[in-house]
């Protein structure tokens, strides 16, 4: 079945640039989409299809997708940002299945 | 606005069997793919299964292929997980998410706990 691998944590001081990287095998061909959490609240989609944010998700928000991986980027980091993050991707290579990366947790400093 | 609240949690011991339900307002229910995504204590999140929007086509991950079955009633505006066989790695919260067009997940229930321990 299909990997894809997040790192565990990711720190950045406010106002500065946050890169979170999915990696899989040739996952730019794939459409990879990316949720935060917050503690205690359920997932909310921030990127779909690699770069499309859905209403409500501001500017800073930005994702990428190429080769072996993908980029979720949030520029001008608040401390509001702090959560964990998935990426996620449908893979039919063997069976139809939804796949979520492991997580990454932004600690805002 | 888009609603999703799931029901039907609680505490199980392991062998037993519940039924998870999901109801759904804000939308057209009908016309949407609906799926089960869980999240052990402290861990992340796992899809567990999908549902097209007009019932014909159903997938699983292997974790549960076998034990649960998902369904839905496109007149109750409703989403369904039947899960039997239950084991302690069964033990999370549960959340309802609606399918979007490239198989992503646009909206979110608050989620349900599940506890299997004897």
């Known amino acids: 079945s299909y990997v894809l691998t997040q790192a565990p944590s990711v720190s950045v001081a406010p106002g500065k640039t946050a890169r979170i990287t999915c990696g899989g095998d040739?996952?730019?061909?794939?459409?990879v989409h990316w949720y935060q959490q917050k503690p205690g609240q359920a997932p909310m989609l921030v990127m779909y299809y690699d770069s499309d944010r859905p209403s409500g998700i501001p500017e800073r928000f930005s994702g990428s997708n190429s080769g072996n991986t993908a980029t979720l980027t949030i520029s001008t980091v608040e401390a509001g940002d702090e959560a964990d993050y998935y990426c996620?991707?449908?893979?039919?290579?063997?069976?139809?299945?939804?796949?979520f990366g492991g997580g990454t947790k932004l600690t805002v400093l | 606005e888009v609603q999703l609240v799931e029901s039907g949690g609680g505490l199980l011991p392991p062998g037993g069997y519940l039924r998870l339900s999901c109801s759904a307002s804000?939308?057209?229910?009908?016309?949407?793919?609906m799926n089960w995504v869980r999240q052990a204590p402290g861990k992340g999140l796992e899809w567990i299964s999908y549902i097209s929007s007009r019932i014909s086509t159903t997938y699983y991950a292997g974790s549960v292929k076998g034990r649960f079955t998902i369904s839905r009633d496109n007149a109750r505006n409703s989403l369904f997980l039947q899960m039997n066989s239950l084991r302690a790695e069964d033990t999370g919260i549960y959340y309802c998410?609606?399918?979007?067009?490239?198989?992503?997940?646009?909206?979110w229930g608050q989620g349900v706990l599940v506890t299997v321990s004897s």
């Open positions: 998410a609606r399918g979007g067009t490239y198989k992503f997940f646009d909206y």
């Open positions: 040739n996952i730019g061909k794939r459409g």
């Open positions: 996620q991707v449908w893979d039919t290579s063997s069976d139809h299945q939804g796949v």
């Open positions: 804000g939308f057209t229910f009908s016309s949407y793919s």
